[in-house]
Nanobody
């Protein structure tokens, strides 16, 4: 199983980034996909969730709702996180997570750094 994130970087406040996570080694379309973030000295925070099969309403943390959009392309085994109007508080390592039908089917990527200077 591999989850490889990309798209992070340094962006000024108010700017945008699109993160990508390419998955392999498991039936991608059957898994819910999630983005988390981890800032120094803070707990890991779930940012967004998109469910398998395209059903359900995506979940967003209140801190990002209206600014971030999660989407997936099952044909490309890829999940995206479009981040707009970025703020310094969004600075963190962003991690991709695949969550399967049972609790033991739970996979993580290595993360990509997003930095928004104050």
């Amino acid at each position: 199983v591999h989850l490889v994130e990309s798209g992070g970087g340094l962006v000024q406040p108010g700017g945008s980034l699109r993160l990508s996570c390419v998955a392999s080694g498991f039936p991608f379309s059957m898994y819910a996909m999630r983005w988390f973030r981890q800032a120094p000295g803070k707990e890991r925070e779930r940012v967004a969730t998109i469910f398998s099969g395209g059903g359900g309403i995506p979940y967003y943390a209140s801190s990002v709702e209206g600014r971030f959009t999660i989407s997936r392309d099952n044909a490309k085994n890829t999940v995206y996180l479009q981040m707009n109007n970025l703020e310094p508080e969004d600075t963190a390592v962003y991690l991709c997570n695949a969550f399967g039908p049972t609790a033991d089917l739970n996979y993580w990527g290595q993360g990509t750094q997003v930095t928004v200077p104050s």
